[in-house]
């Protein structure tokens, strides 16, 4: 299992569940709202970048694995400086683990040998350290990740000293009220919760709370106002509130473990022979064998993965490709194409009436919606939410995020009949399953629906 980094979204999450807690809520309460941070679309998320399948990068995992530290240092130098403006730091540090921990039993092994993940965390700092001078922005930024490596790995106290140092770094790249310190601040009061500082957390959370107030972020203030009540009450003051943090604490790790696990699936599939096959006749045009390479791929990730998570996957290996591959797919029609033809190529792999399919209708279609293609992406949700039916009622629950999507965008094309029916179904559903963050979400829709009509009103009678 690959390490994790705590995203923005994830704290977030984790700042929800702490403050309904601390509020006397229960915990189910609030999975919904964790679910859609932690297990919404990841199509930004890569695995592999540009600069990762560089030659840079490629020697410095052989020295590395090899004990080659000086050339590793050069290597992972150059390397950053192939990838400078491409990405944030901590995406390289995530890669380089990532080659490691999920590339070859061998390369795995020696890595092991040279003391594992939290050795590799170590030389990647220093040579970061190396590479980029200590008082630059880019450091910090290895030092929160390598802090939330440490987090991961059951030492709560060393990862709040990254974050700590990760903080004095950036005021003195930024001064002290600089709006960019926010998701350092808030990071940090979050560590030094977990690792029961509750003194310094309640001190930072405050200092959050200030900034967020002075330039006007209301998502931040409302999260330094969650930790400052956490913080506040001392497990020593109160040993009930002190194991129910412990019981919140136990859930976070449950749902990130498990949201990694569930990111880590499809890798067995998409690093296989068959899924590199699919690849070549796609770009060849070979749709016979293109066809019968995607379906083999789909065995080879087998029943517990997702089948929209190979799609994902495939697009990001073709948007992450060479050149030559990422030229090739654009005179195929680009993403668009490539997602329309993997819609059919599973469609006769698992057949129209596999459940499995309904999450592709709904990958796609989101695909479909991002790009405008309204008309296409409802086709597509219709298609999932009849095979929802067909497959689990006309009550489940599991259709939640795709009537959503249909009512939103029925809302945007002013549809309003239709976004109302929808939104209505939706929120009867997430009632009858208890999943208030979908009533919410159904009554924001019929609220928005209501003041569209309200003017739409106003202004027939203006023109009469």
């Given at each position: 299992m690959g390490p994790f980094r705590f995203s923005r979204a994830q704290l977030c999450a984790i700042a929800a569940l702490l403050a309904c807690?601390?509020?006397?809520?229960?915990?189910?309460?609030?999975?919904?709202?964790?679910?859609?941070?932690?297990?919404s679309r990841q199509k930004t998320h890569r695995l592999t970048e540009r600069a990762v399948s560089s030659p840079h990068f490629g020697k410095w995992k052989g020295a590395y694995i090899n004990g080659d530290d000086a050339t590793a240092a050069k290597e992972w130098k150059l390397a950053l400086h192939e990838a400078s403006g491409e990405q944030s730091i901590w995406r390289i540090l995530d890669s380089g683990i990532k080659h490691l921990v999920m590339g070859s039993d061998e390369d795995y092994d020696k890595m092991m040998k040279r003391g594992g993940v939290l050795a590799l965390c170590k030389h990647m700092l220093a040579s970061t350290e190396k590479a980029l001078g200590k008082n630059n922005p880019q450091y910090a930024n290895a030092l929160e990740y390598v802090g939330d490596q440490y987090m991961h790995l059951g030492q709560p106290v060393e990862s709040v000293n990254h974050w700590r140092e990760a903080l004095s770094i950036l005021e003195r790249c930024w001064g002290k009220n600089d709006a960019r310190l926010i998701h350092c601040i808030d990071?940090?009061?979050?560590?030094?919760?977990?690792?029961?500082?509750?003194?310094?957390?309640?001190a930072h959370?405050?200092?959050?709370?200030?900034?967020?107030?002075?330039?006007?972020?209301?998502?931040?203030?409302?999260?330094a106002d969650a930790l400052i009540k956490l913080a506040a009450a001392d497990t020593t003051a109160s040993p009930a509130l002190g194991n129910a943090k412990d019981d919140v604490y136990g859930d976070i790790d449950q749902i990130l473990l498990q949201h990694q696990r569930d990111e880590t699936l499809p890798d067995k599939a998409l690093n296989s022979a068959h899924f590199r096959n699919w690849m070549k006749a796609y770009l060849a045009g070979d749709c016979a064998t293109a066809d019968r390479e995607w379906k083999l791929t789909i065995k080879e990730a087998g029943p517990d993965v997702p089948v929209w998570k190979l799609l994902n996957g495939a697009a990001e290996r073709m948007m992450v490709a060479s050149d030559a591959d990422y030229e090739k797919m654009g005179r195929r029609g680009g993403l668009p194409t490539l997602h329309t033809t993997l819609l059919a190529s599973t469609e006769k792999a698992l057949g129209p009436h596999d459940p499995r399919m309904a999450s592709v209708f709904n990958y796609v279609g989101e695909h479909y919606r991002d790009l405008k293609r309204y008309e296409d992406a409802l086709r597509l949700f219709q298609r999932g939410i009849t095979l929802y039916e067909r497959s689990y009622g006309k009550d489940t629950p599991q259709m939640l995020r795709t009537l959503d999507q249909m009512a939103r965008i029925e809302l945007k094309t002013k549809q309003h009949a239709q976004a109302k029916a929808h939104a209505q179904r939706m929120g009867s559903i997430a009632r009858k399953a208890n999943r208030r963050f979908y009533v919410r979400r159904a009554d924001a829709i019929l609220q928005e629906v209501r003041g569209a009509q309200r003017t739409y009103h106003k202004s027939a009678r203006h023109f009469l």
């Open positions: 807690a601390s509020a006397g809520f229960a915990r189910d309460d609030v999975y919904d709202d964790i679910e859609v941070m932690l297990g990071g940090l009061a979050n560590k030094e919760l977990k690792a029961k500082q509750y003194a310094a957390a309640k959370a405050e200092r959050l709370a200030r900034l967020a107030r002075h330039h006007g972020n209301r998502p931040a203030l409302q999260k």
